[in-house]
């Protein structure tokens, strides 16, 4: 977790593997202010985001917590 002066917080998760290589299984990228969600990027395999063309793959923005 990255702690901003405006105490804004940025939480980073990624699950990887490194033995041939990087491969990425699964991340979130999660930036949120006074316990509210600004956005999050992540890669879960969320129903709501099936019909993106970039799934798995998608971005949450301004939900509440």
């Known amino acids: 977790m990255l702690l901003f002066d ?4 940025l939480h ?33 395999a969320d129903i709501t985001a099936r019909d993106f063309a970039t799934y798995p793959h998608h971005k949450h923005v301004g939900e509440v917590i």
Do not use: P, Q, T, W
């Open 6 to 9: 405006d105490g804004s917080e």
């Open 12 to 44: 980073v998760r990624e699950f990887v593997d490194v033995s041939a290589g990087i491969e990425r299984f699964k991340y979130a990228y999660h930036y949120m202010r006074s316990e509210r969600l600004i956005f999050r990027y992540d890669n879960a």
